[in-house]
Nanobody, 124 residues
């Protein structure tokens, strides 16, 4: 049974930092793409960042480029999202996802497994 468990969310002031973690278990993810998405109240779920597990190729939404960094630790089967210079508009529930579709996909439909989400709130 595949499980993705996010952690690291919380309340932070604008300009601050948080690091989200996604612990993956239940299968081998070596050929998967791991993604982070977020969903604010009343809005659709949107792509934030993705990384290919094997080669570490990365992709970012324009809104987070230069502020967020995605990485993975193969030994721990964990993906991270380092978020710096946070803004109030980054407030959302952040979801980790795993997809077997080849490439750095940005659509939710390309991902097979999802975590339960972790809340990130940035105060102004």
């Amino acid at each position: 049974q595949v499980q993705l468990v996010e952690s690291g969310g919380g309340l932070v002031q604008a300009g601050g930092s948080l690091r989200l973690s996604c612990a993956a278990s239940g299968r081998t993810f070596s050929r998967y793409t791991m993604g982070w998405f977020r969903q604010a109240p009343g809005k659709v779920r949107e792509f934030v960042s993705a990384i290919t597990w094997t080669y570490g190729l990365t992709s970012y939404a324009d809104s987070v480029k230069g502020r967020f960094t995605i990485s993975r630790d193969s030994a721990k089967n964990t993906v991270y999202l380092q978020m710096n210079s946070l803004k109030p508009e980054d407030t959302a529930v952040y979801y980790c996802a795993a997809g077997s579709t080849i490439g750095l996909r940005t659509s939710t439909g390309a991902y097979d497994y999802w975590g339960q989400g972790t809340q990130v709130t940035v105060s102004s």
